[in-house]
């Protein structure tokens, strides 16, 4: 039987992951950090290591015997500043170099579509971000964005320098059972009452439900011509603001009350933010005043034409499912 590492298993997308290879009947073990969150993977079939990414020699060690390494382990948050994101992203990233290598194991990163940095996600022409683009700059206190590029290219470095067979996968914002992040400040958001949407809601969100990552995941760990290659899974299905929303409140159970904002408006009262924001301190809430807003009133900016051509990527999880699952889990889990 086939054995795969998968790193960072007691979150969203790691649990994802765990369940999909065990389906497609691999042994799967996963290194984890907080066993209480680990139980019912055990009980699911996963060999469950304690251990750390950031342990090079204990990583290798839990890894010995594995083809596979999916290293979904990341912060998206960190309370130290870039030093934060440094070493948990960049260095636990070059330990699954390591760990992979050692076993001589294929390697599947998850990396991020903040590896195209704020400014680099929306074509000139209208078209959307592919895998071609020509990365640009990114600002240096796009923090979470600077360790994802970093690590991603970490990952495809080692590939060319043939260290370790290697791939990646570029999410957008992932949601579903289990996520303790974006589903749980949304279900807050509807439990206020009242949700205000840009223009009616009538722009697609740049979400993708987990379960159809693991399925590219899994698709990318086995297509040999993956190798080397980059793939954006960051547009599963054309989910409006609106409808999300409503299908949100629907797994709720709560009767959804939205209000109209005009786009002049939000986007006057975002500059407002950033004008006075610096002068009081709050360079954080600029920051996320704007990516907020572009996030709820652009359209998703991705293709994922590549996945779907070279690693026949086909989700199936419906967001008309699959987005009242998850509130639906967050309501009972909270």
Known sequence: MRTAMVTGGTGLLGSYVVERLLADGWAVRTLVRDSGRSGWLSRIGAEVRPGDVLDAPGFAAATRGCE???????????????????????????????????????????????????????????????????????????????????????????????RVWATAVRPCVI?????????????????????????????????????????????????EAAGGRSYNLADDFPVTVADFFRLGAEGIGIPLHTVRVPRR??????????????????????????????????????SSDRAREELGWTPFVHHEVGVPEAFRWWRMNR
């Open 175 to 223: 949601y579903g059972q289990r996520d303790r992040q974006f589903v749980p400040r949304m279900a807050r958001l509807l439990e206020r009452g009242l949700v205000p949407l840009i223009d009616g809601g009538r722009s697609t969100m740049a979400i993708v439900h987990a379960a159809n990552v693991a399925d590219g995941i899994a698709r990318a760990a086995t297509t």
């Open 68 to 162: 596979l390494v999916v290293h979904a382990a990341a912060a998206i948050f960190h309370r130290d500043g870039w030093d934060g994101y440094e070493r948990s992203n960049v260095m636990g990233t070059a330990n699954a170099i390591t760990a992979a290598r050692t076993a001589g194991a294929r390697l599947v990163h998850v990396s991020s579509v903040a590896v195209y940095g704020p400014g680099g996600r929306y074509m000139a022409d209208g078209r959307r971000t592919g895998e071609d683009v020509e990365l640009a700059p990114i600002p240096a206190s796009a923090l979470y964005a600077r360790s994802k590029r970093d690590s991603e290219a970490l990952v495809m470095q080692a590939h060319a320098d043939r």
């Open 265 to 302: 408006l939000a986007r006057a009262a975002a500059a407002v933010v950033e004008r006075v924001g610096p002068l009081l301190g709050m360079n954080r809430s600029v920051a996320s005043a704007k990516s907020s807003l572009n996030f709820i009133s652009r359209d998703n900016p991705f």
